[in-house]
Nanobody, 123 residues
Framework: QVQLVESGGGQAQAGGSLSLSCVASGRAYHMGWFRQAPGKEREFVAAISMSFGNTFYLDTVKGRFTISSDNAKNTMYLQMNSLKPEDTAVYYC???????????????????WGQGTQVTVSS
């Protein structure tokens, strides 16, 4: 069982920056960020292979968000720059102990989830 603890988030103006962190209590092979805005389905934002460092992004955040990790600390980060009001959502950290993930953008690929942290971007 892996527990995930998120931190960061908060409020920012459009064009501003925020950062998120997620600490895993145990080893995870893949970790990701998803978000859910009010009235919308949860959507994939970014993912990273903790072993190889491969990164994956939602098209609308490419060039603005950067996912990274510190394996020694079992920690994943999401640096969010050039924020837009449409980035407003609850952001969830996710992780899987599986070494093989067919679709990193599918929420069902992850068995562990954080509690979520609110990100609000005002125009």
């Amino acid at each position: 069982q892996v527990q995930l603890v998120e931190s960061g988030g908060g409020q920012a103006q459009a064009g501003g920056s925020l950062s998120l962190s997620c600490v895993a209590s145990g080893r995870a092979y893949h970790m990701g960020w998803f978000r859910q805005a009010p009235g919308k389905e949860r959507e994939f934002v970014a993912a990273i292979s903790m072993s190889f460092g491969n990164t994956f992004y939602l098209d609308t955040v490419k060039g603005r968000f950067t996912i990274s990790s510190d394996n020694a600390k079992n920690t994943m980060y999401l640096q969010m720059n050039s924020l837009k009001p449409e980035d407003t959502a609850v952001y969830y950290c996710s992780a899987t102990s599986s070494g093989v993930v067919v679709n990193v953008a599918w929420s069902g690929s992850y068995e562990y989830w954080g509690q979520g942290t609110q990100v609000t971007v005002s125009s």
